[in-house]
Structures are given as C-alpha cells and as structure tokens.
T-cell receptor, first 116, second 111 residues
Framework: GAVVSQHPSWVICKSGTSVKIECRSLDFQATTMFWYRQFPKQSLMLMATSNEGSKATYEQGVEKDKFLINHASLTLSTLTVTSAHPEDSSFYIC????????????FGSGTRLTVV | GENVEQHPSTLSVQEGDSAVIKCTYSDSASNYFPWYKQELGKRPQLIIDIRSNVGEKKDQRIAVTLNKTAKHFSLHITETQPEDSAVYFCAATYTGNQFYFGTGTSLTVIP
C-alpha cells in the first residue's frame, strides 16, 4: 500500500535554530502533501497544504515565513521550522492522499520536535 | 470551512462494555467520515470509515453510524478490551483529500 516516510522521528534543537522535516512518498507520487501539527492532548490541526511545483497554501494563523514548505518533487515535501522557539515544540505529521481509494489518506510516522 | 465537534473528550468503560463516541459536522457537502485511533506518540491509524451514501458500517467489534439529516456520526466499540485504550479522532471531508478532525476522545478501558 501507499507509504509515507517521515524523518526525523524525534529532534531536539536550541532556540533560534532551524529544523527541517522530510516526508517522502515511497511507492506513489504525491502531488499534494498536508502538514499537521498536534500539541499534547489536542487534535491534529492542518497547518498548510503543499503542492508539487507551486507555492504552499497556509491555514489562517500559520506564519508562512516561519514554517517554510517546499514540494520540489512528486515524492518529497519538506517543512522547515525557522528560528524555532519553545512554543513550536509539537508533534508534526504529514499526510498524502493515497491511491487505494478516492479518499485514501496516508500519514507519515510523525516528528516530535522539542525546542530548548 | 467545515467544523467538526466531538464528544466526549474522555471516556472510561469497564472491559467488556460498549463505548460510543459522537461527532457532528457543519458542512452538508461533506461526504466521507473516517475514524482514527492514535496511540501516544504514534501516527493516527484508520480503523473504520463511512461514506455519505451509507447509514451504517460494521467491522467486527467496531461500527459507525451516519445521520446525514442531523449531520452527525458515531463510533461504536463493543466488547471493549484494554488494547482499545487510545485517543480516537473523527474527521470529515468534502473535497476528497483535506480532512477536518474532531478534538479527540481519550478512551480508557478498565480491566
């Protein structure tokens, strides 16, 4: 079935540094990738939608200059958290529409970001 | 956009009892409603889903019902087991790919 590989699974960084999270579709082409953020004990909130070859679409309240999204190829989408702060500590997870059904939806394994 | 509400936020049941989680949605155009189970620190796993042309779907101990008129859908877990303990999320979509998630229900099954 459709697999999305997400790396790293866990990262700790210092305040002010940048962190890049990668999501790769391993056995299918993902023209669209959804990026979610999940704070502890909360639901998944859509941050942005990346589309191969075009600019990402950000949800209201999400700073596009802070959360840089690049979808350079049909199999790779990246999220870079720039100038990270402790309040950016969260679980970030990507997801791509799968191929098995019209509504198939494959999640990456998630990235636990801790900013100290 | 779509707004999905989920209740209850926490639920504790005795092993063997049934658990019911309810969700409502606002956009009558939504036509696909999946349920996800998420264990701590892991990705959500699809456990069951239902499309708008169906009123009920069952898979062993898990069932989902949909009332399009009232715009609500429910997850039913029968004969609960300790391994059912997790956070459950409902979701709704009308575009076929962008999901709107409920706020989650933390289910605890007491042995």
């Amino acid at each position: 079935g459709a697999v999305v590989s997400q790396h790293p699974s866990w990262v700790i960084c210092k305040s002010g540094t940048s962190v890049k999270i990668e999501c790769r579709s391993l056995d299918f082409q993902a023209t669209t990738m959804f990026w979610y953020r999940q704070f502890p004990k909360q639901s998944l909130m859509l941050m942005a939608t990346s589309n191969e070859g075009s600019k990402a679409t950000y949800e209201q309240g999400v700073e596009k200059d802070k959360f840089l999204i690049n979808h350079a190829s049909l199999t790779l989408s990246t999220l870079t958290v720039t100038s990270a702060h402790p309040e950016d500590s969260s679980f970030y997870i990507c997801s791509a529409p799968g191929q098995t059904t019209n509504y198939g939806y494959t999640f990456g394994s998630g990235t636990r970001l801790t900013v100290v | 956009g779509e707004n999905v509400e989920q209740h209850p936020s926490t639920l504790s049941v005795q092993e063997g009892d049934s658990a019911v989680i309810k969700c409502t949605y606002s956009d009558s155009a939504s036509n696909y409603f999946p349920w996800y189970k998420q264990e701590l620190g892991k990705r959500p796993q699809l456990i069951i889903d239902i499309r708008s042309n169906v009123g009920e779907k069952k898979d062993q101990r898990i069932a989902v019902t949909l009332n399009k008129t009232a715009k609500h859908f429910s997850l039913h877990i029968t004969e609960t087991q300790p391994e059912d303990s997790a956070v459950y999320f409902c979701a709704a979509t009308y575009t076929g790919n962008q999901f709107y998630f409920g706020t989650g229900t933390s289910l605890t099954v007491i042995p």
